[in-house]
């Protein structure tokens, strides 16, 4: 059975940090790409960032680059968001996705995880 299960999820100020995990079982970790996406209230689903299968090539969305940063430790099968500098427009659920192609567009993910709730006060 495939599963990704994210955590680290919760209540920070705004100016803080968090580092979301997103584990995997039931398929081939190392031979997808993987992304984080998030979804405000009222929002569409947008890329947060994607890293590759070896890991030798990341992407982030403008509106997180220089404060986010993805990694992946394929021993464990996880993969990691760290987030620093947060800011309120930074709320979102966050969900990870795994994928066949390296991508910013959520639709070319092939596997998704439930999402975490990150909420960052002001």
């Known amino acids: 059975q495939i599963e990704l299960v994210e955590s680290g999820g919760r209540l920070v100020q705004a100016g803080g940090s968090l580092k979301l995990s997103c584990a995997a079982s039931?398929?081939?970790?190392?031979?997808?790409?993987w992304g984080w996406f998030r979804q405000a209230p009222g929002k569409e689903r947008e890329f947060v960032a994607s890293?590759?299968?070896?890991?030798?090539?990341?992407n982030y969305a403008d509106s997180v680059k220089g404060r986010f940063t993805i990694s992946r430790d394929n021993a464990k099968n996880t993969v990691y968001l760290q987030m620093n500098s947060l800011k309120p427009e930074d709320t979102a659920v966050y969900y990870c996705?795994?994928?066949?192609?390296?991508?910013?567009?959520?639709?070319?993910?092939?596997?998704w995880g439930q999402g975490t709730q990150v909420t960052v006060s002001s």
């Open positions: 996705a795994a994928g066949r192609s390296y991508s910013r567009i959520s639709y070319m993910y092939d596997y």
């Open positions: 039931g398929f081939s970790f190392g031979m997808n790409n």
């Open positions: 890293i590759t299968r070896s890991g030798d090539d990341t």
